[in-house]
């Protein structure tokens, strides 16, 4: 239900997110007992385990946003971080926020909303963001990408450095986002950046 809250009006929206995990099945909110109106708050979740670096940077980006109301200098905020476990999932990590105060709707709901809308007209909340995790994340990938291959050469500390600039100017495909997790090159275009590198290869033991 809340992939869809940025199509709706803010007041539609407000009256569909309150409560929205009283609908859920097999799930136990234990702050429920806590709050004087909990069918007032809305649970949104923003990221898992497992999920993608397009839902990471966005959550990043949503984090940011309501970090005000987290910090906000009062004992009853309206925002609360939420980190829960799942079997399916791992864990999953999101943001619980009281959608009316006093009959009113609260500006970290109106925040979401509006953040939600921004998802609807696009999928990236942070293009600049987004392409540093991916970058991060194919600096990452190259040493594993390479683990069947690397021991088959004398290569230097900044390696995964050079290759990744060489692969960039020659072979770009080969860091291409894979499955939303960054690049992943194989093993024929990382061979090919080791040689044209010069990086020679070791001689194989005796057995």
């Known amino acids: 239900m809340s992939n869809r809250l ?13 409560g929205n995990w009283r609908r859920w099945d097999s799930f136990a909110w234990f702050r429920d007992s806590e709050l004087e109106r909990p069918e007032d708050w809305f649970i949104y979740y923003g990221h898992h385990r497992d999920s993608g670096l397009l839902d990471q940077s966005n959550s990043i980006q949503i984090g940011k946003a309501l970090q005000p109301f987290i910090d906000a200098d009062t004992d009853d905020p309206d925002v609360i971080e939420e980190d829960h476990h799942h079997w399916v999932c791992g864990w999953i990590k999101g943001w619980s926020v009281l959608v009316h105060r006093d009959g009113e709707i609260t500006e970290a709901f109106k925040v979401l909303h509006g953040l939600l809308e921004q998802l609807e007209d696009y999928c990236i909340l942070d293009e600049s963001h987004y392409s540093e995790m991916e970058l991060e994340a194919t600096f990452e990938n190259i040493p594993l990408a390479a ?9 230097p500390d900044d390696w995964a450095e050079q290759v990744y600039d060489w692969l960039s100017n020659h072979r770009c495909s ?3 986002n894979v499955d939303d997790q960054g690049g992943w090159p194989d093993e024929d275009d990382l061979r090919a950046a080791f040689e044209s590198l010069g990086y020679e290869q070791v001689e194989a033991a005796c057995s």
């Open 147 to 155: 683990i069947g291959l690397k021991d088959d050469y004398d290569l």
């Open 174 to 176: 080969a860091l291409e």
């Open 6 to 18: 940025g199509e709706l009006e803010l007041e539609q929206a407000a009256k569909e997110a309150a």
